[in-house]
């Protein structure tokens, strides 16, 4: 059975709210203040043409190709996935739907809003956060459960108990 839907689901749950809090963070927020100021963690509505965390900036279209083609990679990569390869739909469909999130603003802006700020770091959004732990979580599973798994795997499948 394929489990397509946990990378779908994913995707989807991540543009829904990253253009959810993107649209409250434009009708809300005044851009570059700081809400609350003087707490540490706080919302800043920024402008980014840049990548993420405001990399590179002034390259919009830039990044519209790099994300067009990055859904394109992605999109044909989990069809290929075995069915009991949950987590790495996970992370995938968390960075799919990072990608197209940012990538909607792309085109419809020329920029992505970002507005999550910590101090000494960019301020970033919910797609930024979810292509990061996307990454993650693929790195777990490379680093981590895949040589795990292949070391516990039985010799042969014709073993009998």
């Known amino acids: 059975m394929r489990q397509g839907w946990i990378f779908f689901a ?9 253009q959810i809090t993107k649209i409250w963070v ?10 609350p100021e003087e707490w ?3 919302f800043r509505h920024i402008n980014n043409t840049g990548a ?7 390259r919009s279209m830039v990044f519209v190709v790099i994300a067009i083609v990055a859904v394109g990679l992605i999109l044909y990569y989990s069809r290929r996935l075995p069915a009991d390869a949950w987590m790495v739909r996970l992370g995938l469909g968390l960075q ?7 990538l909607i603003d792309r085109l419809h802006q020329g920029y992505v809003t970002d507005f999550i700020e910590f101090p000494y770091w960019p ?5 930024d956060s979810s292509i990061v732990i996307g990454v993650i979580v693929l790195g ?8 795990r798994e292949s070391r516990t795997a039985p010799a042969s499948r014709n073993d009998v108990a």
């Open 123 to 127: 301020v970033f959004n919910i797609a």
């Open 40 to 42: 540490p963690i706080r």
């Open 140 to 147: 777990y599973y490379l680093l981590i459960v895949a040589p």
């Open 52 to 58: 993420a965390f405001g990399l590179f900036q002034d």
């Open 10 to 18: 994913t995707a989807a749950a991540v543009i829904v709210l990253d």
């Open 96 to 102: 799919l739907g990072g990608a197209i999130g940012n």
């Open 26 to 35: 434009r009708a809300t927020l005044p851009l570059g203040v700081p809400v």
